[in-house]
Each structure stands twice: as structure tokens, then as C-alpha cells.
């Protein structure tokens, strides 16, 4: 059976669409882990929420499939904001990181990850939900290899979403302060930035983007409660090969992830699709301990 360059292609964008899904939800982690310095566990549940209400604005309330994207991303921001001034807030003043508080922070993330999904579990059962959108723009045709519209949207809205995050936080005065908070808290206090406020603000950008993957994913997949695990277990390993806590890492880990999986699975064997992030994760971390765009912390004694 002789080598087909045009099989190798589909399923490298085919990878390239899902490895940009990965990328915005290990965005929202690199952001959160910035601001709080903790992993937010409960961010699959997050963009399993996004999904639903995106699901729900879409085929319950008849809204345009782009306005209920935008509309998951509002809510979510708003429940990011809520989680984060409700449940972190206390342990966020106490420090984060490897402190008492900072192990607080990550079982609350472990006790809101299965609060969320007993709520999703109370209003939407657990059965799964197609995601019905009538999309108007054609299948794009590349090298005799059709992309259907929900694959085209989704890398699409995926990139213009990266490229507007970047320009937020590089060239408008919120998007600075972010920065300066992310980069150390106590010196952007003592330069007048309201820090508890920009906290909240990263919580809600970073929810906003799991939502939107969610709403984004929807009418590839189906929409259900268990659907957040795996894509935080994918986003993980994504923001941990590109460089834990590097936005651009994130990006180039999805990617990298959602292209390795995708051949691993046509080429390996495809029942054992979900374990090949994992392989790169490891691959990655042997050579690159720190990840692809991770610097190595210095410690001195």
C-alpha cells in the first residue's frame, strides 16, 4: 500500500482544527496559573458549561449560532468572576502557589470541578445533546480534501480569538495591567493596580475562552456533562509541552497536541487515541523539562 500525501494532509487539519480548540482552553489555564499561580481544575467543567449554554441560546432561546458563541463567552466570564471572588478570594489573599493556601486553592478547584458537574448533571441529565447549527459558507476544498464549515468556523473564530487576546494584553492599558499583575503581584500593588480586580478579570478571560471552545466543539461532538475532563486533561498537557504559564507555548502545545494525536490515531491505532498527548507530554519533558517556551525557575539555597 503505496505512501497518500493527500490522507497525511486531512488528518494534519483536521489536527490543526482541534489542536486550536486545545490551544484557547490551555490559554485559559496559562492565564489563571498566572494571576494565581495554581492550576484551576474545575476549567474543564467550565468549558463543559460554556458548551451547554451555548447549546441553550442556540436551539432553546433561537438566537444566531455567532451571537450564542458570544453569549456562552459573556456568561461564563460572569461565573469565572463569581467562582473567583466567591471560593478563591479568601485563599487568594493568603498567597498561591506552593503556600497552605495555594494547596487550598487546588483542592477547591478539585471540589468545584464536581460541583459544577453534579449542577450540569441536575439540569441537563446525563444523556448527550447533539449541537444542530445550519452553517451558510460552504466546504472549503484543499488539494481534493473537503473541510467541512463547523471545522473551517472553528479554526477560524479560534485565531481571531488568539490575535485579539494578544492584542488586549500588549497594547491596551487593561491588558498591561494584566501583565504586570501576572508577572508579580506585590510590585503592580504598590504601582497603584487594583490586583484583586485584575485577579477576577483573568478568571473571566480565561473562562470566556473555555466557553467559547465549548460552543466551538459542540457541533463536531456531541455536548455532554463528562465531556470537560478529557479536554482538561488534553489542554494540560498541551500548556505543560508549550511552557506552563507561556500564552504562546499554549498555543503551539494544542496544536502540536491535536496534529500528534490526530496521526497517532490514523497511523498507530485509533482506539488508543486519547493516550497520545500523554506520549508527547513525556517526549517533550525528557528533553524539555521546562517545555517548549518554559524558562527553568533558579533557586537559590
Known sequence: ?????????????????????????????????????????????????????????SRDVGIPYPMALVGAMILAALLGVFIERVFYRRLTRSGGGYTVAGMGMIICGFGMSVALMNVAFLIWGADAEPFPVEFVIPPLEVNDISIPPSYLLTAVVSVFLMGVL?????????????????????????????????????????????????????????????????????????????????????????????????LGAAYISASHKDIYAFLLLILVLMFRPAGLFGVEAKVKA
Open 1 to 57: 500500500m503505496g505512501f497518500d500525501f493527500n490522507s497525511l494532509l486531512a488528518f494534519v487539519i483536521f489536527g490543526l482544527t482541534i489542536g486550536v480548540v486545545y490551544g484557547i482552553v490551555a490559554l485559559g489555564i496559562s492565564l489563571i496559573y498566572s494571576g494565581l499561580d495554581i492550576v484551576h481544575f474545575a476549567h474543564g467543567e467550565v468549558y463543559m458549561f460554556g458548551a451547554f449554554l451555548g447549546l441553550v441560546l
Open 166 to 262: 494578544n492584542y488586549f494584553l500588549r497594547k491596551t492599558k487593561y491588558g498591561l495591567a494584566i501583565r504586570a499583575v501576572a508577572h508579580n503581584k506585590d510590585i503592580a500593588f504598590l504601582m497603584g493596580i487594583n490586583v484583586p480586580m485584575f485577579i477576577s478579570l483573568i478568571f473571566g478571560l480565561a473562562c470566556a475562552l473555555a466557553a467559547a471552545a465549548g460552543v466551538l466543539i459542540g457541533p463536531m461532538q456531541s455536548v455532554q456533562v463528562e465531556m470537560g475532563y478529557l479536554m482538561l486533561m488534553k489542554a494540560f498537557a498541551a500548556a505543560v509541552v508549550g511552557g506552563f504559564g507561556s500564552l504562546p507555548g499554549a498555543l503551539l502545545g494544542g496544536v502540536m497536541v491535536g496534529v500528534f494525536e490526530n
